[in-house]
């Protein structure tokens, strides 16, 4: 089992920035992903940005240039600096981890989610 606890989040102006962070424990494995998904009332659950223990990164179209996303794997922690911030960035986000083991890719573990909510 992994748990994963959230920090960050809040109420932002257009413009404006925060940063998410999100600590992992319990059975991490060393080859792994964690990352961001976001999602609004009605809508599906999407991918904002994902890294892999080795550095590869997945940004969605919608945050490249103004999102960033980093890791300790040392410490089994994910940030997501968040620039630039508009109102369609408003939703919950979730901090997510998923491991390689036993020869294949595992399912996401979920954090408890922390709303963002960008508005004037």
């Known amino acids: 089992q992994v748990q994963l606890v959230e920090s960050g989040g809040g109420l932002v102006q257009p413009g404006g920035s925060l940063r998410l962070s999100c600590a992992a424990s319990?059975?991490?494995?060393?080859?792994?992903?964690m990352g961001w998904y976001r999602q609004d009332p009605g809508k599906q659950r999407e991918l904002v940005a994902d890294?892999?223990?080795?550095?590869?990164?997945n940004y969605a179209d919608f945050v490249k240039g103004r999102f960033t996303i980093s890791r300790d794997n040392a410490k089994n922690t994910v940030s997501l600096q968040m620039n630039s911030l508009k109102p369609e960035d408003t939703a919950v986000y979730y901090c997510?981890?998923?491991?390689?083991?036993?020869?294949?890719?595992?399912?996401?573990?979920w954090g408890q989610g922390t709303q963002v909510t960008v508005s004037s």
């Open positions: 890294m892999r223990s080795d550095s590869i990164i």
């Open positions: 319990g059975s991490i494995f060393k080859i792994n992903y």
């Open positions: 997510t981890y998923r491991d390689y083991r036993d020869g294949r890719w595992g399912y996401n573990y």
